[in-house]
């Protein structure tokens, strides 16, 4: 397996506690808000974000999330087949750039998203929770919602049109499920909320680049076992993101990765049989002692932790890791 972490465009702490962790690949959201360039559409600015990572010590496996505004291709609305064309114009960058795997969404209006950012955790820890009893009740505006019909569509009519050209730059797309797998989010519908869902979204296309982030805890969340969700679709698992939660799909609350439900050691050694051998991250962690502050889920020293986690079941596994 590749273990990655999730580290932005520009050289931080995070950076450098990653490195000394032994951590080699990277992956980052290179969305201009995030890193002051352009969209990875113009290849000077992918180049540069690449370059960088490789003077830091990584290779720059993977891109994730929305990497401009995707409202109009996820709503379809005009102007979405001039966004899908920037689209195309970033996966051929990143195949000429040697940047293989891109993990995207199709959550339309709200990403990913939790009710309650502060939730105490193991020894005064923070970590975040969702509950459907606690969500804003008033719907988003008439213009940002989306029927579950409807994103189908607009899903099918995006999907088809990029995964011909991923294929031809030699870049795999995981699609990560709905975190929360809840339809409707304040009047706007969701798709990918069941391993049915990913699996109708999957059967769009056999092409080799159609593949799968498979996000764990959101299986989890959707009721789904997760186990047999992996051996469901061992050959579309692009990327895993190694996470737990405890709850439900309407009330669940993020966890520490040695103390929640799941047998995370039997997960990543069953990823191993089914002959994963692609990039592995971990994924929405606490926020530890002096980094409260922090965006929730993302905090460094709960991901150093976890990390440290996750290396020691593959060794004592003897699973080989890069």
């Not at 290849?43 to 929305?66: K, M, P, V």
């Not at 969500?135 to 088809?160: H, K, M, Q, S």
């Not at 004592?316 to 890791?321: L, W």
Request: hydrophobic share 40%; with cysteine; net charge negative.
């Amino acid at each position: 397996m590749i273990l990655a972490d999730f580290l932005p465009a520009t050289p931080d702490r995070s950076w450098q506690l990653a490195r000394q962790i032994g951590i080699n690949h990277a992956i980052c959201k290179c969305a201009p808000e995030l890193t002051g360039l352009p969209a990875p559409d113009d290849l000077q600015a992918l180049r540069t974000i690449r370059d960088r990572f490789a003077d830091g010590g990584f290779t720059l496996i993977g891109l994730e999330g929305d990497e401009f505004d995707m409202q109009r291709i996820k709503l379809g609305l005009p102007g979405r087949d001039e966004d899908i064309g920037r689209y195309q114009t970033m996966l051929r960058n990143m195949g000429e750039l040697g940047i293989g795997l891109l993990c995207y969404n199709f959550m339309a209006t709200i990403g990913w998203y939790r009710t309650d950012p502060r939730v105490p955790a193991r020894g005064g820890a923070v970590t975040n929770r969702f509950r459907v009893a606690a969500l804003d009740p008033t719907p988003v505006a008439p213009e940002l919602r989306v029927t579950e019909g409807r994103l189908w569509e607009n899903y099918e009519y995006f999907i088809t049109r990029v995964l011909p050209v991923a294929e031809e730059a030699g870049v795999r797309m995981g699609l990560h499920p709905d975190d929360p797998p809840v339809s409707p989010l304040r009047g706007v519908g969701r798709i990918l909320t069941s391993a049915d869902a990913l699996a109708r979204a999957l059967s769009l296309s056999d092409s080799p680049a159609h593949g799968l982030t498979f996000c764990q805890a959101t299986i989890r969340a959707m009721g789904e076992d997760a186990a047999a969700a992996a051996r469901r679709f061992a050959d579309r698992i692009a990327f895993v993101h190694f996470r737990d939660i405890t709850g439900t799909r309407e009330d669940f609350t993020e966890t520490f990765h040695d103390n929640g439900p799941t047998d995370m050691p039997a997960m990543l050694k069953l990823y191993h049989e089914l002959g994963f051998r692609g990039p592995i991250r971990v994924d929405h962690v606490p926020s530890l002692a002096g980094e409260e502050d922090l965006p929730h889920g993302y905090a460094v020293l709960g991901r150093l932790f976890a990390t440290g986690y996750m290396k020691g079941i593959l060794d004592a596994h003897r699973i080989p890791h890069v």
